[in-house]
């Protein structure tokens, strides 16, 4: 899961690993393209990085992501061997990411989850004990971060 980049016919031209603290510009050139900075803290108490990538054509939309109410909550919290992650997609999509992060906000993992289901069952035996974060992601909304915690 990350920031991924696709030209104007749909193809995919790259994607960006997801980041604990990530911002996105875009400066457009006209007619020669654009320029990407991507600016990320690749971990806690590092100085931040900037990429740059240039972009062929013209700038014509960028989709960011917004953060609504989404309601999502984690129960038993705290937990020992799974948990039990309820998750309510928005409308206008069908399908989305559950993301779970360790406590320096790296992702470890993700799943699909669509509106057919309102929960997720996770078995967290595998799991080191301590703070997790997730959040869903569903087109360009985005959830609120809540915390669990594995004893």
Request: proline fraction near 5%; hydrophobic fraction near 35%.
């Amino acid at each position: 899961m990350g920031i991924k980049v696709t030209n104007e016919n749909g193809t995919d031209l790259f994607t960006f690993p997801l980041q604990r603290e990530l911002y996105l510009d875009f400066v457009s050139a006209g007619q020669n393209g654009a320029k990407m900075i991507i600016t990320y803290r690749p971990s806690e108490g590092l100085p931040m990085n900037y990429d740059i990538y240039s972009l062929p054509g013209q700038l014509s939309r960028v989709n960011t992501i917004t953060s609504e109410n989404i309601e999502i909550n984690a129960f038993p919290n705290p937990t020992k061997n799974n948990i039990t992650i309820s998750y309510d997609i928005p409308e206008g999509n069908y399908e989305g990411y559950l993301i779970i992060y360790s406590s320096s906000g790296v992702a470890i993992s993700s799943y699909k989850v669509d509106k057919n289901f309102d929960t997720l069952f996770i078995d967290t035996s595998g799991f080191p004990s301590g703070i997790y974060l997730y959040k869903v992601i569903a087109g360009n909304v985005e959830s609120n971060t809540k915390k669990f915690i594995i004893e």
